[in-house]
């Protein structure tokens, strides 16, 4: 038996039409409370906490900034621990203490740390409306809002993902280790949580290397706290177990779709571009070409095809498909191509930007409505629109589709407005 969900096609109206025998909420619901990860305690020094560094820096060093060297002298290590760990008042520069991590470092000074304890943050459950296009006793699928981070971290403690799951299951307080939990501010480097996709990120299971237990719901993967769209979550751990697998094989079905500045072209094709953490802008990847100066690369592929040609060319509606699946993935392969994200600020796909653009390609005015959805956009308009994998327990394929959020929709239905040339049929970016 196959599953699916599949949204009306047309303007994206905000129906769905539902196959017999899947309810879009199921009976079960708070029958179950969703698996949590235990970690086991560990004797092992992985989380960094306690490690000394004392050293000179070096005399062909120019000036660089504290947080910037101490990562470069402890492999493995987040800035953002770093950081913390200066805040904390546990370094020194010539034997005297620094807490500003941009602090400027220059030849000759003695630089002392050690890296500060691993303090869990809380996740309270908190009653926040779930969208649930699918739940059983073993996993949920959750259509996930624009703007909600999925674990609680560092300046989003509530209001999250899993503080919602832990209200819906009836669960109790969990405990996450900061290092567990990455922000889309926070610097996370590989050694420390598995990044596997773009907009959307897998989470491995570990089950050592830290010094205290920890917990978390079974979230599988992540999405930014800007993209909206599918998510499954794992009930026991044999479900995520079966799909972190998945995820890691990459035998996941995923389809994106987006509103661009501009329009690709060709208008199908793939970018096999490496993606790097952006040496001028920590919260920002990039695409690298070459062997220029840069950060670790990982492998990156995106296929694409454009859905239609809006306003004249101004904008697009695009399909992604991920053939890996790295931090920021689809947003730094559309800054590459030159048709960033509308709404993207990070990544160049500006207010201004945009309205040039469509400017440029419509000589009449252009309606004061669209101005004004631009001018309100607040964050990249990227949705996950569909989600498959075989079901952990049934070994089923099972198939779910989702409509974009308000947002999306009304900015997309007035550039349709203004113009519209369609080159495929939606109904094959559901297939």
């Keep these: 038996m196959k599953m699916k969900m599949v949204p009306s096609l047309s303007l994206f109206p905000r129906t769905l039409s539902v196959f017999p025998g899947n309810p879009r909420y199921s009976a079960c619901t708070k029958s179950r409370a969703p698996w949590l990860l235990i970690r086991a305690c560990s004797t092992s020094n992985s989380n960094y906490a306690g490690v000394a560094l004392e050293e000179s820096v070096n005399s062909t060093t120019t000036k660089v900034r504290l947080d910037t060297w101490i990562s470069s002298r402890i492999d493995g290590i987040s800035r953002a621990r770093v950081q913390s760990t200066i805040k904390s008042g546990l370094v020194t520069v010539n034997g005297r203490i620094i807490d500003k991590v941009s602090h400027k470092l ?110 978390r719901p079974g979230i599988v993967h992540r999405l930014d706290k800007g993209t909206s769209g599918l998510l499954v979550v794992a009930k026991d751990e044999h479900s995520h177990a079966h799909l972190s697998e998945q995820f890691k094989q990459r035998t996941v079905q995923r389809v994106y779709i987006s509103l661009t500045c501009g329009v690709p072209f060709p208008a199908l094709g793939r970018v096999n571009i490496p993606i790097s953490r952006d040496l001028n802008n920590r919260i920002r990847m990039a695409a690298v070409v070459g062997s220029g100066k840069c950060g670790k690369t990982r492998h990156a592929a995106s296929r694409f095809r454009v859905i239609e040609i809006l306003a004249g060319g101004g904008c697009a509606l695009v399909e992604w498909r991920l053939e890996t699946g790295r931090t920021h993935q689809i947003r730094a392969h559309a800054k590459y191509l030159g048709i960033p994200l509308l709404g993207d600020e990070v990544y160049g796909g500006t207010k201004s930007l945009a309205l040039d653009r469509l400017q440029q390609k419509n000589s009449s005015n252009l309606p004061g409505k669209l101005l004004q ?59």
């Design 373 to 431: 959805l631009i001018s309100n956009l607040e964050r990249p308009c990227l949705h996950a629109l569909t989600l498959g994998f075989m079901h952990p327990h049934t070994r089923k394929q099972v198939h779910f589709s989702c409509l974009p959020p308000v947002d999306f929709a009304e900015v997309l239905s007035v550039l349709r407005s203004v113009n519209t040339e369609k080159i495929m049929n939606m109904e094959e970016v559901y297939n």
């Design 106 to 215: 220059k030849s000759g000074d003695k630089v002392s740390c050690t890296i500060s304890e691993l303090q869990p943050l809380k996740a309270q459950p908190q009653d926040i409306p779930l969208d649930i296009l699918y739940e059983d006793d073993h996993l949920l699928v959750v259509n996930k809002p624009p703007h909600m981070v999925v674990h609680p971290a560092p300046g989003n403690a509530t209001g999250t993902l899993v503080n919602a799951i832990l209200h819906h299951c009836c669960l109790p307080v969990a405990s996450f280790p900061i290092m567990e939990i990455p922000s889309d501010e926070d610097d996370v480097s590989q050694g420390e949580i598995s990044s596997y996709s773009a907009d959307d990120t897998y989470l491995e299971p570990s089950f050592s290397g830290l010094t205290e237990a920890s917990i």
